[in-house]
């Protein structure tokens, strides 16, 4: 089974470069490419100077209670990085959108899983208070039809629990 990793679980999180293990920031959003189906880049706290700095995905060399990246990994500002700045400005919450098939709401997005390369494998969908009670589901990638920033249209609304795709 391959490695996913819950975008909401990246916030906050220590960034530490492998070679010295420097603590250099803090993880602060989550930038991804226009289409919405890879990360490209997370924004960090830029220090005491304020702002905000760029840790494209492929410096990332480990993701768990830190996120780790690569010796020499450089954190340019985002007002410097025009792609960055640009994909940042025309984001969207995805987090809270409609899932629908058939015409029917069958939840909401409550989290995205990426895997190591930061594709979007799938989302954890939140059926009502009740439900989540026996489990959150998970709606993967290659059932989705159509993703937008209104809705997200899924194939099928058998979806296995999250508990049983994700570790």
Known sequence: MRALHAVNGLF????????????????????????????VALLVGGGFLGGRNIVRWEEISGLGDVVVVRAG?????????PEIRELHKNSYTITGTDVIHAGEKIGSVSDIFVDDSGAVAGYEVSRGLLSDLKGRRFLPVEQVEAAGKDA???????????GGVVR
């Open 12 to 39: 906050g999180k220590d960034v530490v470069v492998e070679d010295t293990g420097e603590r250099r920031a803090k993880v602060e959003d989550v930038v991804f490419d226009g289409e919405g189906r890879r990360v």
């Open 73 to 81: 990994a450089e954190f340019p500002r985002l007002r410097d990085d």
């Open 152 to 162: 997200i249209l899924a194939r099928t609304a058998e979806l296995p629990p999250v």
